[in-house]
């Protein structure tokens, strides 16, 4: 029921920018268009703060590091791959971008700008900590205006109806297909550790950390709980950079690692790296992945394997 007032919050927020738009002054719409490249930074600094404080709350966080971050690369990897090669077998004409060395210099100027916000974000954290300041931050609101944000520019972009067709559900399902394959390579590594049920599990976060963790806690384990949530922060660190990285010249695949989170967090990333005409594509890949990703842990939680 949390996850679907998570969603609910999200749609509210994107249909009030969108339907409010046309009423705006022209100064409060130049405004908006302004301010909205500088989420993107924004949010990384709140990713990278809450990542430090997350870590600060956690027991023996060295012995669930390793586990979290190698589910976490292999998804990632694992569904862009799936999704790159889904495409190039059945939609060779959506599969890339155009490459010109602007887009190239840009792609470098914000893979800068986005470590230079994650490292500011890991500065204020270890900061925050070793000051001892009882300091609680939750991204979310700030997340709801940028929504809101993407909503208002969304009411003045014009789109085609490719977005709709039944190959925008391949994005998904290439997130599903990846995440699956990597959770067998990694319980190859791990099954001296964890169950395989466990292992599939951690895979469909798809980078919702603050569903999994407490999703993990209540039907599994604290130490669970503790993985899930470093998981999928991970994870949407490693989509992030993958989006600055690969997302001009592949976005759907990069849409695709980056799981529920682009239709929130990484929404910006996508706008900015893949492009305005992908934001319908990556809210509809996140709604997707979002409705799944607490239904898929609970039902591999269940199982027995």
Not at 5 to 14: E, K, P, T
Not at 46 to 64: C, G, K, M, R, Y
Not at 160 to 188: E, H, Q
């Amino acid at each position: 029921m949390h996850s679907f007032i998570l969603i609910f919050q999200i749609f509210i927020a994107i249909s009030l920018g969108y339907f409010i738009a046309p009423h705006l002054s022209k100064n409060l719409k130049q405004f908006v268009f302004k301010i909205l490249p500088y989420f993107s930074y924004i949010l990384l600094v709140s990713v990278a703060f809450e990542l430090t404080q997350a870590l600060n709350h956690i027991d023996h966080p060295t012995t669930i590091l390793p586990p979290a971050i190698l589910i976490a690369f292999t998804t990632s990897i694992g569904s862009f791959f799936v999704c790159l090669l889904t495409y190039k077998l059945i939609d060779r004409q959506s599969l890339q971008g155009k490459i010109s060395l602007h887009l190239f210099v840009d792609a470098l100027k914000n893979i800068a700008k986005a470590f230079l916000a994650l490292g500011i974000g890991i500065l204020l954290g270890i900061l925050i900590n070793r000051s001892e300041i009882q300091f609680e931050f939750n991204s979310w609101y700030l997340l709801l205006i940028f929504i809101f944000l993407i909503g208002v520019e969304l009411a003045f972009t014009q789109f085609d109806r490719s977005w709709l067709s039944w190959r925008i559900l391949l994005v998904p399902l290439a997130a599903f297909i990846g995440s699956c394959l990597a959770a067998l390579f990694n319980y190859l590594l791990l099954c001296k550790q964890y169950h395989l049920n466990e292992v599939m599990a951690l895979a469909q976060g798809y980078g919702w950390y603050s569903m999994s963790g407490i999703l993990f806690t209540e039907l599994h384990s604290p130490k669970l709980g503790g993985i899930a949530l470093l998981t999928d922060l991970f994870r949407e660190i490693f989509a992030i950079l993958l989006m600055y990285c690969l997302g001009w010249r592949f976005p759907r695949s990069a849409i695709s690692s980056a799981g529920a989170t682009s239709m929130d967090v990484t929404l910006a990333m996508v706008k900015q790296s893949c492009g305005t005409h992908y934001v319908p594509h990556a809210m509809m890949s996140g709604l997707i992945l979002s409705l799944l990703a607490p239904l898929l842990i609970s039902l591999f939680l269940s199982l027995n394997f």
